[in-house]
């Protein structure tokens, strides 16, 4: 009885089971009737969406009278990629497709917001062999007369919507195509593939295409493919039912690597640098598994996409400037020229809103003559490249390569291949770029950069008579400047973060730092940075970005500063000077103060952190004293932060003047050898934006008066003078007379800022404006460097490296006068390496030097004046 007991419950058991599976099975057909009627509240879980109404397809919209039926594309997904890969996809490629796209996952996905296809009967498990043949099957039904071409896609490759759209229309989609990277495996699969030796497959990852009369062919066999698999490749099965039934395989072309491009770096691929022929080439590209990535590369082509339409803008504008001149049309009267029939032909003057441009310079045609000096001053010289640069109007007349330069050849280059390389597929044959044996490079301001290469190239004919061979080519090439566009970026106030957090944020952002710019990825910075701005105060951002163009603008387009006055000049700036005696230059120093700032009432603070200087004591007291004065004559509040004896460190010193300040003051740090203008301070706060942006101005260096106006090279001046009447960017002295050659000769320290009297510091980062919230957030000064110099550098190398914006750019209105440099030997090694090259760079120019050997023979050969060969 026990026994016969156990054996009831064993079959009850049984009986149960496969009752409550069939019942669930039931449930969860969802769109079948017999499931609805068995669990009718599952009907109201999920609705099927219509397929039209999907994919925002219209009834009427067919193949013939619409321009986005090309290609649809389907994107296989996962439930667990929908929020991220799948989001991505659609909110990048997707938009600029010449078609539609969906996305098909799982019977039990769900993505409000997607054009998600749940497949019915498929789960999320790999391979896919199911999903992507359903896939194929679920295009056919619903879309298979309403598109030219069909896409298998993955979520993790990127497409060219542009590119995509201009190759499939060069293809006939009314045969069977099969169009892929073709494949056959390794050595070591083809026996587990099982393909015949004609026999091959498209590599899934990149992407696979199939034109209508394909998908025709092989989607009403899609059940029997299913149940003949051979592998647990889906992309190999796939390409055995279309070799089956379509009879065609996967397109041989030795263009398919290149335009249907797969990385084989895995997760690392297109996180470096984009600027690559590979990249550019490329069709789609695979595989991009991080989906911030995405956006990076969206946001690349989209840059790319921006210099094509200049590009073809710069054409328009030469082709009007032609077709004018052929009529007799004078340059100057471009602008307002009326067509028949009263029609301007440029309806928008400078300033308003779809302005085109000034005509004049964008049209002018490619002609390395167009910059016209009217001086020998004027000329612009050719730079000759090799595996060095070497230049005469630079200080070092052989030199390494800079980056920039050489990014910009390597774009120069690469877009040169595209141009010969264009034609290759009709021709048979493929140049590729080998070394750039020499060249000339200029950068004419006006118009753009002029460029002479001598490429070595290499070519390789693939049809026909096979053969390579190298072959050298000149390339005589311009890159011409397009119009100006303004962009308000939003600035305001930061995020709450505590103050931690935030310097974890920039320590992990340094790490993060690529030195590529055009490979910034912003929308991901706007997302990570304590900088991302929550409130916005348009008319300060447009006032700050309105005033910083006017003030890099050419003198011909700017207009008078007098007809402008915006609150922002109202903004209180505060000085902040360390000094350690030299109370004859300090004295110099307030005399400039004083006229710029306290006799206008401008709104500047002056902190002066005194240190006692124990070879002059008297400075100490006697510089107290000159501020006293300063403040009893004007009421003014200078106020003075006493260091005592210790040993002088200017980081120190900044640091203890600016906690005189609260955390929304704009902070202005400035040496006791600089003087400035009114236009200095406006630049300081114009181009000094709280939570965006620091200002390193580039300061003018006076040389050494003695050599500047010394007799080695004064003695050649009259000559150099009859050559070139203009030289010398001579300002007004104070009473408005032009100062004579005579008098600026006499002059101890000019006003002239030209090379000849000093030179831009641009290796100099002492003098920073910055809000003393950001000075604070990145942490301040390294308070463990004592002595001369090194601090200022390490505080520009990690703003770099934050996400606040360094501004910087030439400002002739901050001069630092000439003073002789005594470098302490105890100082540190590379304290005191720098101290020395500002020593040696501060005595005078290249030029100064030259006439100074030839006046003196005896320092180039000292041998030969004592007689001895």
């Known amino acids: 009885m026990p026994r016969r007991s156990k054996w009831m419950h064993l079959v009850a058991g049984v009986v149960a089971g496969v009752t409550l599976g069939v019942f669930l099975k039931l449930c969860l057909r969802t769109s079948s009737r017999t499931s609805i009627e068995a669990c009718p509240d599952a009907a109201k879980l999920y609705v099927a969406p219509d397929p039209l109404a999907l994919i925002d397809l219209k009834t009427d919209e067919t193949i013939y009278n619409s321009n986005r039926t090309l290609v649809f594309v389907g994107v296989m997904t996962a439930e667990q990629y929908l929020t991220t890969r799948a989001r991505a996809v659609f909110e990048t490629w997707a938009q600029d497709l010449p078609g539609r796209i969906a996305f098909f996952s799982s019977e039990v996905s769900r993505a409000p917001g997607l054009p998600l296809i749940p497949l019915r009967s498929v789960d999320d498990s790999y391979p896919p062999q199911k999903k992507s043949f359903l896939m194929l099957l679920y295009m056919y039904e619903h879309y298979g007369d309403r598109f030219e071409w069909f896409m298998r896609a993955d979520d993790d490759v990127y497409v060219r919507g542009d590119k995509l759209g201009e190759f499939l229309r060069s293809v006939d989609s009314r ?281 070595l190239l290499r070519y390789r004919r693939y049809r026909g008579r096979k053969m390579t061979a190298a072959v050298r080519r000149h390339a005589y090439l311009q890159q011409s400047f397009t119009g100006t566009d303004i962009r308000e970026l939003p600035m305001g106030e930061p995020p709450p973060i505590e103050e931690p957090e935030i310097l974890q944020q920039l320590e992990q952002n340094g790490k993060n730092y690529q030195t590529d710019y055009d490979d910034f990825d912003e929308s991901e910075q706007s997302q990570n940075s304590f900088l991302d701005i929550g409130k916005l105060n348009v008319r300060e951002a447009f006032e700050n970005s309105l005033q910083k163009i006017q003030s890099n603008l050419p003198k011909v387009l700017k207009w008078s500063d007098d007809e402008y006055e915006y609150p922002i000049y109202d903004r209180r700036i505060h000085f902040v000077l360390p000094l350690l005696g030299r109370f004859e230059i300090f004295n110099r120093f307030m005399k400039n103060y004083e006229d710029i700032v306290l006799k206008t009432d401008e709104a500047v603070t002056l902190i002066v952190v005194l240190y006692v200087d124990s070879k002059s004591p008297l400075d100490y007291s006697n510089s107290e004293n000159l501020i006293n004065h300063y403040k009893d004559v004007y009421g003014k509040d200078i106020k003075i932060v006493y260091m005592g004896s210790t040993t002088f460190s200017r980081g120190a010193a900044l640091t203890e003047g600016i906690k005189l300040c609260s955390s929304d003051n704009l902070v202005f740090f400035i040496d006791v050898d600089m003087m400035f203008n009114h236009i200095t301070l406006r630049r300081i706060r114009i181009n000094t934006v709280k939570y965006h942006q620091v200002y390193f101005p580039i300061v003018f260096s006076e040389y050494n008066p003695e050599v500047v106006y010394g007799d080695d090279y004064n003695k050649f001046k009259d000559e150099i003078l009859v050559m070139n009447s203009d030289i010398g960017k001579y300002v007004e002295s104070d009473d408005g007379a032009i100062k004579s050659d005579t008098e600026l000769a006499n002059l101890k320290y000019s006003k002239v800022i030209n090379d000849d009297f000093g030179y831009f510091r641009q290796y100099g980062f002492g003098i920073l404006s910055i809000y003393k919230c950001d000075f604070d957030r990145v942490g301040g000064f390294d308070l463990n460097i004592k002595g001369w110099g090194l601090e200022d550098v390490e505080l520009f190398e990690t703003l770099i490296k934050s996400n606040l914006t360094v501004y910087r750019v030439a400002d002739e209105t901050l001069v630092h006068k000439f003073h002789s440099v005594d470098c302490d030997k105890n100082l540190e090694k590379s304290q005191f390496q720098m101290c020395l090259g500002t020593k040696a760079s501060t005595y005078g120019s290249e030029k100064h030097m030259i006439y100074y050997m030839l006046n003196h023979p005896d320092v180039l050969w000292p041998q030969e004046e004592k007689g001895v060969s």
């Open 175 to 455: 045969k069977p195509q099969f169009i892929g990277q073709a494949g056959r495996g390794t050595n070591s699969e083809r026996d587990a593939l099982a393909l015949d030796y004609n026999e091959n497959f498209c590599m899934g990852g990149p992407g696979v295409l199939l034109s209508r009369e394909t998908l025709r062919r092989v989607a009403p066999h899609v059940k029997y493919c299913l149940k003949h698999l051979y592998t647990t490749h889906e992309d190999v099965e796939l390409g055995r039912c279309v070799a089956k039934f379509a009879g065609v395989s996967c397109t041989w072309s030795y263009d398919m690597q290149t335009i249907l491009h797969h990385n084989s770096s895995g997760a690392a691929a297109y996180t470096g640098r984009l600027k690559k022929r590979e990249v550019h080439r490329a069709i789609t590209l695979h595989p991009v598994k991080d989906h911030r990535q995405m956006f990076r590369l969206h946001t690349y082509f989209k840059n790319l996409h921006i210099q094509d339409l200049r590009e073809q803008s710069l054409d328009l504008h030469r082709d009007i400037a032609s077709s004018v001149h052929e009529l007799g049309v004078d340059h100057d009267d471009v602008a307002n020229y009326v067509l028949p029939g009263d029609v301007p032909l440029f309806p928008l003057k400078m300033g308003e809103p779809g302005y085109l441009g000034n005509n004049k310079i964008l049209g002018a045609p490619i002609d390395f003559n167009r910059y016209k000096p009217d001086t020998v001053e004027d000329i612009i010289p050719f730079d000759f490249v090799s595996k060095s640069i070497y230049s005469v109007s630079h200080s070092n007349p052989k030199r390494k390569i800079e980056t920039p330069l050489k990014e910009a050849l390597d774009d120069v280059i690469r877009e040169v291949m595209e141009i010969i390389n264009a034609p290759s597929r009709q021709r048979g044959r493929v140049i590729d770029f080998n070394e750039l044996l020499y060249g000339y490079t200029r950068l004419q301001p006006l118009h753009g950069a002029d460029h002479v290469l001598d490429l």
